[in-house]
């Protein structure tokens, strides 16, 4: 379960300010700032929760902090994926590196295969040295087949001959994994617009998703790289690394509410269980109590 740090701050607010007047939400601002919600979404949350403890009369910490979570709650956007076994399924993986995209990728083929799905892994970042080998040493842990190519070769055709087998097998579901850089970013988006291409011309209708892989403690950097790959090829859903360790988590409302991109998956440790579906409710009732 993570532990974010906003609810102890929130907690020292209310023993600060004995009554909640103006300084208690000019503060409340500054602290959902320092939680990584962007600047305006913390003066909006602020201004419509000092409205309701107004027109309401709340005047206990139990009961403003409910109505922070119902606030919150209305920013937060999650998805689940709805998975035919019989399709070609492509979710391609995008992540700078150093988020954790390769070791996510195998956490998501040990979740889904578990979960009685028939995955393989791509390994569609052929630039990065030692990429392929180390998705070759996951998938044979998590027991998966892996489809990849020789180092510089075209990643788009790695994916083409993954979603084949997919295809000879009557349905699976493809875990691309793609570069995170190259020399220069122009390169990068057009090789994941290339990527992106073929995907969506292999996977069966509907199955093709692409998913971000942040990682939860750089924050607002976060949502920049957000922006960044959502520009290039769309984002449908993010998963969260370092889940367990951040000591803000604000980046989850900002995503919903700035970009209006979903968590489906956090990530709280480093072994290959340590994945679960993101819980709005969980995470909104861990944010604000400490």
């Known amino acids: 379960m993570a532990k974010f740090g906003f609810g102890k701050k929130l907690a020292q607010l209310f023993g600060l300010h004995k009554n909640t007047n103006e300084d208690f939400f000019e503060d409340l601002t500054d602290t959902l700032i320092e939680g990584d919600i962007g600047a305006k979404t913390a003066f909006e949350i602020t201004e419509k929760l000092e409205k309701i403890c107004k027109e309401k009369k709340l005047t206990e910490e139990a009961d403003i902090k409910n109505e922070l979570k119902n606030l919150l709650m209305t920013h937060i956007k999650t998805c689940s994926f709805d998975i035919d076994k019989s399709q070609v399924s492509i979710y391609m993986l995008l992540g700078v590196n150093g988020a954790g995209k390769t070791t996510t990728a195998a956490k998501l083929s040990k979740y889904f295969k578990d979960n009685g799905h028939s995955v393989i892994l791509a ?143 956090v990530c709280t440790g480093e072994h290959y269980e340590d994945i679960a579906p993101f819980s709005p409710e969980a995470f909104a009732k861990d944010f604000i109590e400490d």
Request: charged share 20%; aromatic share 6%.
């Open 123 to 265: 390994a569609a970042d052929t630039f990065r040295a030692a990429a392929i080998e180390q998705l070759t040493f996951h998938a044979e842990k998590v027991g998966v087949r892996i489809v990849s190519h020789q180092s510089g070769a075209d990643p788009s055709a790695v994916v083409f001959d993954a979603a084949s087998a997919a295809s000879a097998n009557g349905g699976a579901l493809v875990f691309a994994d793609t570069a995170g850089r190259l020399h220069n970013k122009e390169n990068l988006v057009r090789e994941l617009q290339k990527i992106d291409r073929v995907a969506s011309q292999k996977a069966s209708e509907g199955a093709y998703k692409k998913i971000l892989v942040l990682d939860a403690t750089t924050g607002q950097n976060a949502l920049r790289q957000a922006e960044v790959f959502h520009e290039a090829v769309g984002v449908d859903a993010v998963v969260l690394t370092k889940y367990d360790s951040t000591a803000k988590g604000g980046i989850v409302i900002s995503l919903g509410k700035e970009l209006g991109i979903p968590v489906a998956f």
